[in-house]
């Protein structure tokens, strides 16, 4: 038995039929200090409310996965110290040996997936990291994408990577990648890149119909969408292209590697910028927030 507990909101959801939106916990846990992280976490919960759907932020709290969290519970981890931040490969482990972890978009993907939630709101999938040629260093949740049907929504992939052979990935393992509402990929803090994106949805209800259909198919998989952070909260590409640069050489210049790699160049970005990252990241999570809420609401009108 795998040991799931449902909050209270999440579970009378699931009783009424309510559209559901999963969300991860590593924003509360490694994204910002408290109390920004847990006043972030709870407005982006009340997006998805007042769009017209119930968010479930999954966790693992003393070896229970947790779909949806109380509002101690959400203080309670908000705070923590020494959370692991847990992924595919680590995910069962930390159940069963009664550990705290916050879950990555993969192990979002798997939690959602066990709790029959088909649509996922985040900021930025990870990829394929730069150097990967020689370092290998892949982002687990490309995989997920490819093997677990959940449709994610997030503004593309986070701008620290190598953004070309990501989608190469992707292509590769078949995952539908489809920008919302114009022709270029976006570039996570950027609205707009120089790359097109594979496909193009301008609709939830379109989105929420091929994901049914490929569900009707027996496809294995989810869909990413990519979801353009708003013009008025973007960094242009051109301003954050010497930024993720500068942050880069920094990174190789001190041996940073594996794990760490991500969390250096986010914080030397968020230095370098003086704030504005962070701040557009809010953004846009909690556009992704409100689009995903309107996918669930139409994918909870079509009949399985």
Same mark, same amino acid.
């Given at each position: 038995?795998?040991?799931?507990?449902?909050?209270?909101?999440?579970?009378?959801?699931?009783?009424?039929?309510?559209?559901?939106?999963?969300?991860?916990?590593?924003?509360?846990?490694?994204?910002?200090?408290?109390?920004?992280?847990?006043?972030?976490?709870? #407005?982006?919960? %009340?997006?998805?409310?007042? *769009?017209?759907?119930?968010? +479930?932020? /999954? $966790?693992?709290?003393?070896? !229970?996965?947790?779909?949806?969290?109380?509002?101690?519970?959400?203080? #309670?981890?908000? %705070?923590?110290?020494?959370? *692991?931040?847990?992924?595919? +490969?680590? /995910? $069962?482990?930390?159940?069963? !040996?009664?550990?705290?972890?916050?879950?990555?978009?993969?192990?979002?993907?798997?939690?959602?997936?066990?709790?029959?939630?088909?649509?996922?709101?985040?900021?930025?999938?990870?990829?394929?990291?730069?150097?990967?040629?020689?370092?290998?260093?892949?982002?687990?949740?490309?995989?997920?994408?490819?093997?677990?049907?959940?449709?994610?929504?997030?503004?593309?992939?986070?701008?620290?990577?190598?953004?070309?052979?990501?989608?190469?990935?992707?292509?590769?393992?078949?995952?539908?990648?489809?920008?919302?509402?114009?022709?270029?990929?976006?570039?996570?803090?950027?609205?707009?890149?120089?790359?097109?994106?594979?496909?193009?949805?301008?609709?939830?209800?379109?989105?929420?119909?091929?994901?049914?259909?490929?569900?009707?198919?027996?496809?294995?998989?989810?869909?990413?969408?990519?979801?353009?952070?708003?013009?008025?909260?973007?960094?242009?590409?051109?301003?954050?292209?010497?930024?993720?640069?500068?942050?880069?050489?920094?990174?190789?210049?001190?041996?940073?590697?594996?794990?760490?790699?991500?969390?250096?160049?986010?914080?030397?970005?968020?230095?370098?910028?003086?704030?504005?990252?962070?701040?557009?990241?809010?953004?846009?999570?909690?556009?992704?927030?409100?689009?995903?809420?309107?996918?669930?609401?139409?994918?909870?009108?079509?009949?399985?």
């Amino acid at each position: 038995m795998i040991p799931i507990r449902y909050s209270t909101e999440v579970a009378e959801a699931k009783a009424e039929g309510k559209p559901l939106v999963a969300l991860e916990s590593t924003i509360i846990t490694h994204g910002m200090p408290y109390p920004q992280n847990v006043n972030t976490a709870g #407005e982006v919960e %009340q997006e998805i409310r007042d *769009a017209g759907a119930v968010p +479930a932020t /999954m $966790a693992i709290l003393n070896g !229970t996965l947790h779909v949806g969290l109380e509002q101690d519970e959400l203080q #309670e981890l908000g %705070q923590a110290n020494g959370v *692991a931040k847990v992924s595919r +490969a680590d /995910m $069962a482990a930390c159940i069963a !040996t009664g550990g705290t972890g916050a879950t990555t978009v993969a192990a979002t993907m798997i939690a959602a997936r066990l709790a029959g939630i088909e649509v996922f709101a985040t900021g930025g999938i990870g990829g394929v990291h730069r150097g990967a040629e020689t370092s290998f260093d892949i982002s687990a949740d490309l995989l997920e994408l490819a093997q677990t049907p959940v449709t994610v929504v997030a503004a593309g992939a986070k701008a620290i990577l190598d953004i070309p052979k990501t989608l190469e990935v992707l292509e590769t393992q078949g995952v539908p990648v489809i920008a919302y509402g114009q022709d270029a990929f976006p570039a996570f803090w950027s609205s707009q890149s120089d790359l097109a994106a594979p496909l193009r949805m301008d609709s939830a209800c379109d989105i929420a119909r091929a994901h049914a259909l490929r569900r009707a198919m027996e496809l294995p998989g989810g869909q990413l969408i990519a979801n353009p952070i708003p013009t008025e909260a973007e960094i242009p590409a051109e301003e954050l292209t010497p930024v993720i640069a500068q942050s880069q050489a920094e990174a190789d210049a001190e041996g940073i590697s594996g794990k760490a790699v991500t969390p250096f160049l986010l914080q030397r970005i968020f230095e370098l910028t003086e704030g504005r990252s962070l701040v557009a990241n809010i953004a846009l999570v909690r556009n992704n927030a409100r689009l995903a809420a309107k996918i669930a609401q139409e994918l909870n009108a079509i009949a399985p």
